[in-house]
């Protein structure tokens, strides 16, 4: 009989850095899963990612089991380093901060669709785009 | 070091989510948590996520806590605009000592149909199921890890298909390399097995394999010792071949294992099992069973890691 889930916890956390401190901390412990062994886990496999937010998306069952797998980069990430720009408009929608053009968002889209809730690369293109133009990017041809 | 932190949270629909995180992001760089509300137990096998999501950070309680927090609350605002936002939820959070604090919700973990892996803190809540105590504090083979479950499910199921202990179970012998904790040999001499050699490179490991196996009132059957395939085939130990070879280790060092006569030490007939595998490191690993004449009966999956049940 296959596991039940309990909750899906995703952390969004630098490459190599897990560390037991807020968030890991406070997300984890009360779902007893034992935080070392996931720092030490998720440390180990994102090792070589150095500078990166590496999602880690943990599945916890009802009966006190957990297991993970790596997601690619937010795709506010990935839109800051196509467009150049260091942080996001504080400002937005009023302040324009940098520019994506549409082939950059149907490259974030094509990267991301395995992990975005969208039935087709269209789909999926619209959601990146929504991030973009939250974060204050102007979408060009 | 802080000893406080303010948590603040949202909750939001699944397409508000990554924009509301990259928010807090900016102001919690250690990181933002995105949990499910609800879960549907009817979605898939084992669940879907459904509903809102929860995202949320935490601010350091310093000096800097309100200017930051009101820039965040500007930020949402601005994100508001383009959609509708919940008010942000806040919550003052003690510093804890988390890498212990999770000990106090842990739950033992029940394993395949007969074993359930109960810390040296707790009762076994399960009577019916074969207890293996080990402390799931420990650093490696607690039974907290997939690829130990996963090994654990797959010793059981061949166990369970010998001969009960009362007729005639005395071929049943276990060979663990890179034996950890000792929980795999610990686990199969309590699914029946006669003797057990449980080795590692590691003698910190061997030590510690010893007092599980103690506090688990194993007293005989078990052998440890420092070592690898290489010093079994060279007749180090009592065993030097088994029906049942096991090693949960990780892929890499599976392959170099067996170009170092891992499959000498499964008897024909024999079942080997490997694990610690990632997904994406299967094929590498049949290849190297194939080349020695192993092929694949079985195949266990949870999360990124699987384990290969293979015969020769």
Redesign the interface.
Known sequence: M?????????????AGKAN??????????????????FC??YNARTANRAGE?VPAEI?I?T????????KTP???ILLKKAAGVE????????EKVGKVTRQQIKEIAELKMKDL?AIDLEGAMR?IE??A???GLQIVD | MTNK?L?ISLIVD??LA??V???L??F?????????TR?D?NGS?????VGPLRV???LPDDEQLEEKRS?LE??LW??G??RPLPHPQYQK?EQ????Q??????????IGKKLVIVPAWMDNPMPARIPIRID??M?FG?G???TT?LCLEAIEEIALTIPSRDEAKTDFTFIDIGCGSGILSIAALKLGALQALGVDLDEQAVKIAGENARANGITQGLELGIGSVKEILQGKFSLSKAPLVVANILAPVIIQLFDDGMGDLVIPDGVLILSGILAEQTSQVTSASGKYGFRLENKKI????VCLTLKC
Do not use: C
Not at chain 1, 2 to 14: E, H, P, S
Not at chain 1, 27 to 33: D, E, N, P, S, Y
Not at chain 2, 101 to 110: D, F, M, N, R
């Open positions: 296959a596991k039940k889930l309990k909750t899906v916890v995703r952390l969004q956390i630098q037991p401190a807020p968030p890991i901390g406070p997300a984890l412990a009360g779902h007893g899963i034992n935080l070392m062994a030490k886990e937010v599945s069952y009966d006190g089991s957990f297991t993970f797998v790596l937010p795709a506010s942080k996001g408009s504080a400002l937005s929608p009023r809730n959601q929504g991030t133009r939250n974060m | 932190w948590e699944g397409e990554e924009a995180a990259e928010v992001a900016r919690a760089p250690e990181g933002v948590i995105i949990e499910s879960i137990p096998p084992e669940g879907k996520v949320a950070a935490y820039k500007e930020a601005y994100l605009r383009i959070i804890t000592d988390w890498s604090a999770w000990k106090e919700h842990y739950q033992p973990i029940a799931p504090g650093a607690t907290t890890h997939p479950q949870q999360g990124d890691w």
